[in-house]
């Protein structure tokens, strides 16, 4: 996978473990509806698995 994924914070993170709400913000999430594109590297998709309740993902062509 080494193309660019969309990422969208669909939940708040209010309730959620600290490491899980800096997790959020170091991908570039501020708001609930928020999005940002992201290279599809390993540490992306890592830091995404990690807070996937949270998130959805979608390929970007």
């Known amino acids: 996978m ?3 994924i969309r990422i969208r914070l669909i939940r708040s993170t209010i309730g959620t ?3 899980q709400r800096a ?3 170091s991908l570039g999430l501020r708001k609930i509806g928020s999005s940002v594109e992201q ?3 390993p540490v992306i998709l890592g830091m995404v ?3 996937s309740h949270l998130v959805a ?3 970007v062509k």
């Open 17 to 19: 473990l600290p490491k």
């Open 39 to 41: 290279e599809a590297s």
């Open 23 to 25: 997790t959020v913000r």
């Open 57 to 59: 993902v979608e390929d």
């Open 49 to 51: 698995k990690a807070v």
């Open 2 to 4: 080494a193309g660019k």
